[in-house]
């Protein structure tokens, strides 16, 4: 049977463009260790997806890639990462399927897939059904399931939720994207791509924050690689990101300062407080200051952590 082998890139390489390095071969056989203390890393497992070494390159790339794109305080934590291993008969039919896509988007594209890794947040239990039935059950309704690019990791973890244990499921996938039209709008009411021109749906075609496959092209245009499992203490009971609007004295920039100063590295500090030197001497106006907070924080990590502290 044909590996699926996506492009390699080198490992120093991952923080540096949006697309998380090839780990391996997707066919790869990962290891054998079948150790957990969850219930559904035992169903993981069962169906096919080992639990891989804590200090295997894959863990630390994948660990690397989490820590840079979640921005992630002090408690947030990978606790586990299961591997698929095809060892399955129903995964390595999908496995083939998935390379012959490869193959047959490649040569209508003119020489590019356009493979990208992508993430997918669920329940528990919804990543459990496509570990066991493949993703064709997720879009059983909606027509389509939407993805996130690796560097917008947070959009998916928004998307998950926590279950018993407090933990967050992820699926890392690799999606053929070929080549992409841009869905404006509601795209669930959109059952297919406009033409066979196109292989896949993005919401913004130079700075993507969404990869939308649609039920026709599901099972051999995406393929779960990891799941990853994540406890994100400072998202305990968060849904959604509020967007942040300047709010007369609800809370001083000395106050929100001293807060962030226990989650945010140095670096990140120094650029907030030379920011905040500059708005108290009055270089900059109070909206620009709140928005280099925005940045320098980010906007989801930022309203999580005020929410957290009542503040909003």
């Known amino acids: 049977m044909n590996q699926v082998v996506a492009e390699e890139h080198e490992v120093s390489d ?3 463009t949006d697309e998380i390095s090839e780990i391996s071969e997707i ?4 290891s054998n260790e079948i150790v957990s203390d969850s219930n559904c890393f035992q169903h993981f497992v069962a169906n096919g997806f080992s639990k891989i070494d804590q200090s295997s390159l894959e863990t630390c790339i994948i660990e690397t890639s989490v820590a840079q794109n979640l921005q992630m305080d002090r408690r947030t934590r990978v606790v586990a990462i299961h591997k698929n291993s095809n060892t399955s008969r129903s995964w390595q039919i999908r496995a083939h399927s998935f390379a012959v896509s490869m193959k047959a988007v490649s040569d209508k594209c003119g020489g590019g897939a356009n493979p990208k890794y992508a993430w997918y947040g669920a329940s528990r239990d919804e990543i459990c059904e496509i570990v066991t039935h493949g993703f064709s059950w997720a879009a059983a309704d909606t027509h389509i399931i ?3 690019p690796a560097k917008h990791l947070l959009d998916s973890v928004l998307r998950s939720t926590v279950d018993e244990s407090g933990l967050r499921h ?3 996938c690799r999606v053929i994207l070929g080549k992409q039209e841009v869905v404006i709008g509601d795209s669930s009411h959109q059952f297919h791509p406009s033409s066979s021109e196109f292989d896949s749906g993005v919401d ?3 700075a993507p924050r969404k990869y939308i496959v649609w039920n ?7 393929f779960p690689c990891y799941i990853v499992s994540l406890d994100v203490p400072y998202l305990s009971g968060f849904k959604e990101a509020t967007i942040m609007k300047p709010r007369p004295s609800w809370i001083t920039f000395h106050t929100l300062i001293c807060i962030l100063s226990r989650y945010l590295d140095q670096s990140r500090m120094a650029y907030l407080k030379k920011h905040y030197t500059d708005f108290k001497e009055k270089r900059i106006t109070k909206p620009q200051m709140i928005q280099r907070v925005k940045e320098i924080a980010g906007i989801h990590f930022l309203c999580a952590i005020l929410k957290d502290k009542d503040l909003i």
Do not use: C, P, R
Request: hydrophobic fraction near 50%; avoid cysteine; charged fraction near 15%.
């Open 14 to 16: 991952i923080m540096d």
């Open 27 to 30: 066919s790869d056989a990962g």
């Open 146 to 148: 939407s993805l996130s």
């Open 170 to 172: 992820l699926l890392l």
């Open 204 to 206: 913004d075609i130079s």
């Open 216 to 222: 026709s092209h599901l099972n051999f245009s995406v």
